[in-house]
């Protein structure tokens, strides 16, 4: 069962730190997965520059898959999965959580075309 995600504000204003851990159950489509992310971790949700942050909604750009696909995103997170994999998941879990097909579908398409950059760096850390 998917928890509650509960989160506060960091200090710098752009992240948020978990305050408790959480716990997304994805089951869609005969996939079914669980993914814990620990109280502590710290998320932005969704790195999209401000600029394109008008073409999607509130839902879309904090939510609940944003969170473990940043936990996905981390070197530190071992899953054996490939990046690509780690996108088709978001795009199921947005799907999941209610998201239309269309923002869910730009966000997969955002991650594929412009996460590799982020991956390299956050994995490397």
Do not use: C, W
Not at 75 to 98: A, V
């Amino acid at each position: 069962m998917t928890t509650k995600l509960i989160v506060e504000l960091k200090t710098n204003g752009k992240h948020f730190i978990l305050v408790e851990d959480f716990i997304f159950n994805l089951d869609y489509n005969n996939i079914k997965k669980d993914f814990i992310v620990y109280k502590g971790f710290t998320t932005d949700f969704s790195s999209i520059p401000k600029l394109l942050r008008v073409f999607f909604s509130n839902k879309a750009l904090r939510n609940k898959a944003s969170v473990v696909h940043d936990l996905f995103y981390m070197d530190t997170y071992k899953t054996g999965l490939s990046r690509k994999e780690k996108d088709y998941f978001f795009y199921l879990m947005l799907l999941q959580i209610g998201l239309n097909k269309y923002s869910s579908y730009a966000m997969y398409l955002a991650v594929r075309l412009f996460g590799n950059f982020v991956y390299m760096k956050k994995s490397k850390k």
